[in-house]
């Protein structure tokens, strides 16, 4: 029996590995959400990906043999995989954060006390034309995504992100997603501006939580805007990422994974990442016993209502690195 649903979310409950970076090619730093500033590389085995922290206190230690990652708990072999390269922060696309910087203050995520840089429409640019001028890159590029936290206004931010969509989509024939916090035109105008997928992140469906973890922000307006985008967009183009391990429980995770794909959204089951600097949050990274029930229930509800997270061309459904993705992994 293939057990490698089960490997990958043994190594996502796991987080990291003990790995010499010298191994590694391209290693990668997540500038948005909640794994920001934490170095990791991504691992391809049994047709899986995973994008494995590198974290020398764990248990887990990887090394090369020929060509082969092999990952071992003490001496017993867990997986043998092979590096994949990121080409923007990760595999197959060129995945960018526009405003590495948030006015907000969620309390999982460690962007607004990272104080990152905020991107122009030229760094933009550059950073695709360096891809496309390294003929490895070009030839592995599948996609372009663009995300962003917010600098000065939500509004100000859809804005700048819309209008570098629209140029980029003016010079690349490649599929555009696109992550923001939403406004009352966001769908509209990055629909316009070129974007082919959109995600708009509820982070929890348990409104108590949500109330703690997201000050100043609407979970019902969130709603609101994925409902809108699934008409603008269609099914299949639409997804959200529901946090796991801030607290909530199953069954809440459940009901608003159902909730959501009765709207026709994909939701992205992410485990928290127990951020360093954001140790006061009482988040606990979920088991891979729970990861893996979550993912088998998510499948099921998407074969019910008749979505396909299998047709994604951006974003985090494309990439699966750091989720168990329904028709991919389960
Ligand atoms: S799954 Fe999403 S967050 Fe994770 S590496 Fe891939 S694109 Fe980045």
Do not use: W
């Not at 020398?56 to 708990?73: F, M, N, P, Q, T």
């Amino acid at each position: 029996m293939d057990k490698s649903a089960e490997t990958k979310a043994f190594l996502i409950a796991e987080g990291g590995v003990d790995i010499d970076e010298r191994i590694l090619g391209r290693i990668t730093t997540p500038a948005s959400g909640p794994g920001a500033g934490l170095t990791s590389f991504f691992l391809r085995f049994n047709g899986h990906r995973v994008r494995l922290g590198i974290k020398h206190s764990s248990r887990l230690k990887a090394s090369l043999e020929g060509d082969e990652v092999v990952i071992r708990d003490h001496e017993k072999e867990i997986v043998r995989g092979y590096l994949e390269d990121a080409i923007a922060h990760c595999p197959e696309q060129a995945y960018i954060t526009v405003s590495e910087v948030c006015i907000f203050d969620c309390q999982y995520c460690p962007v607004p006390l990272l104080g990152g840089s905020v991107k122009d429409q030229s760094d933009v640019e550059t950073a695709i034309s360096r891809i496309l001028a390294d003929p490895k890159l070009a030839r592995k590029l599948r996609s372009i995504a663009l995300t962003s936290g917010v600098e000065e206004s939500p509004q100000r931010e859809v804005e700048r992100v819309a209008a570098i969509i629209r140029i980029l989509r003016a010079k690349y024939d490649l599929p555009i997603g696109v992550a923001v916090y939403p406004t009352q035109n966001s769908t509209k105008l990055l629909k316009e501006a070129g974007a082919d997928e959109i995600k708009y992140n509820v982070e929890t469906m348990d409104r108590q939580l949500f109330e703690t973890m997201c000050p100043g922000l609407s979970l019902d307006f969130v709603l609101e805007a994925l409902k809108d985008a699934v008409e603008i967009f269609g099914r299949n183009k639409v997804f959200s990422n529901i946090l796991v391990g801030l607290g909530e429980d199953d069954q809440s995770v459940i009901n608003g994974m159902q909730d959501l794909i009765k709207m026709g959204v994909i939701p992205i089951l992410r485990a928290v990442v127990e951020h360093p600097l954001r140790s006061q949050t009482r988040m606990r990274r979920p088991s891979a016993e729970r990861l893996l029930r979550l993912a088998r229930k998510e499948r099921a509800l998407l074969d019910q209502y008749g979505l396909r997270a299998d047709v994604a061309e951006t974003m985090c459904a494309a990439c699966t690195g750091c989720d168990l993705m329904p028709h991919r992994d389960v």
